[in-house]
């Protein structure tokens, strides 16, 4: 029973220690700084007696009731600027920007911080704003609009440089400005830029006439061109066509030609066999009438002197009568019925 009561004890004590560990254990995350208040301590780089200790990146033991804890944010910090400046030609300009700012990470920096914004941390961006905007004006002032314009980055760096030792007495540090942009009601930048712009101008209307006249050169070379290539297309195909329409009427009198040749070629060969038709004839008409009657005839007919006698035979009949007598007389000789030699007048009767 007694062990039971002391084992119980241990626990209860236990549990009373972890919770009081608990609620006086602190831990610092990386983006923020405790600030512990209630015990003198002494920090690096901080004057003794400031009534506060500072603690980063790790853990520390607070009592409860003695000191208070607050945390103080190191994260990255934004402010807009937009500061209404005059410059050195009397000239009234608008310039905006924006400034990047955030908790030196020192402790110096830290209590600087916490001692000016710990309960007012989102006033910072309109702390620095101001801060900004004062020395802004004065460099502005220092500047033409021209020297704005074309050397920004100094604008940029004077602004930082002079704004630097006030941050630092604040604890913040920058980390980025960027003037974004620089307005002007009077309308001096535009005109500024009117020469420029219309040079500009100008020059783009020139290379635009060019680049047209350019454009029609090439385009009448094209249609020249394209011209020519027609025509020449023109010319042969009228070749082609005059070719094909040889070729066509060729073909076409190619048929009757052939027909004709055919034809001419039938009549010749027709014409030759009726001369051998002709000369058949004659030499049958020799053997079955003349050469019957030669024989017929008496004799003194046939030894009488050659007297030449008409030939009724008709043309090419000579031929026929040597072809046929066999050699019964001399050539050109005529023969009467009776086979005699001798002229029309020696027997007209016979020959009749």
């Not at 005059?86 to 920007?97: A, E, L």
């Amino acid at each position: 029973m007694f062990i039971g009561v002391v084992a119980g004890a241990v626990v209860c004590v236990l549990i009373i220690l972890i919770v009081l560990f608990k609620l006086m254990w602190r831990v610092a995350e990386p983006n923020e700084a405790l600030v512990i208040s209630g015990s003198k301590h002494r920090t690096a780089g901080v004057d003794d007696g400031l009534g506060f200790r500072i603690v980063t990146g790790r853990g520390t033991l607070v009592t409860p009731g003695l000191q208070v804890v607050r945390k103080l944010s190191l994260d990255l910090n934004e402010a807009d600027l937009d500061v209404e400046c005059v410059t050195s030609q009397g000239i009234p300009v608008r310039v905006k920007g924006v400034v990047i700012f955030k908790v030196g990470d020192d402790h110096a920096s830290i209590a600087n911080a916490a001692r000016r914004f710990l309960d007012q941390q989102k006033m910072m961006g309109s702390r620095v704003h101001n801060v900004f905007a004062g020395h802004l004006r004065s460099i502005v002032g220092s500047l033409t609009v021209e020297d704005m314009i074309r050397d920004r980055e100094r604008l940029t760096g004077e602004t930082r440089a002079a704004s630097g030792s006030e941050m630092e007495k604040l604890g913040l540090i920058i980390d980025s400005l960027q003037i974004q942009e620089i307005l002007d009601p009077t309308g001096y930048i535009k005109n500024l830029a009117a020469p420029h712009a219309a040079a500009v101008h100008r020059d783009a209307r020139i290379a635009q006439a060019e680049a047209d006249r350019a454009a029609t050169q090439a385009e009448q070379e094209a249609a020249a061109r394209k011209a020519e290539s027609t025509r020449n297309s023109e010319i042969l195909q009228s070749g082609y066509r005059a070719e094909m329409e040889k070729a066509n009427a060729e073909a076409l009198q190619a048929g009757p030609l052939a027909e004709a040749a055919a034809r001419q070629e039938v009549v010749v060969q027709e014409t030759k066999v009726a001369e051998l038709e002709a000369m058949r004839r004659e030499q049958q008409l020799q053997i079955d009438v003349r050469k019957p009657a030669d024989r017929r005839l008496p004799d003194p007919y046939r030894g009488r002197g050659r007297a030449r006698r008409p030939d009724l035979r008709g043309p090419g009949a000579g031929s026929g009568d040597r072809a046929a007598g066999g050699g019964r007389g001399e050539p050109g000789e005529d023969r009467g019925p009776g086979g005699r030699r001798g002229d029309q007048g020696a027997c007209p009767g016979r020959l009749r």
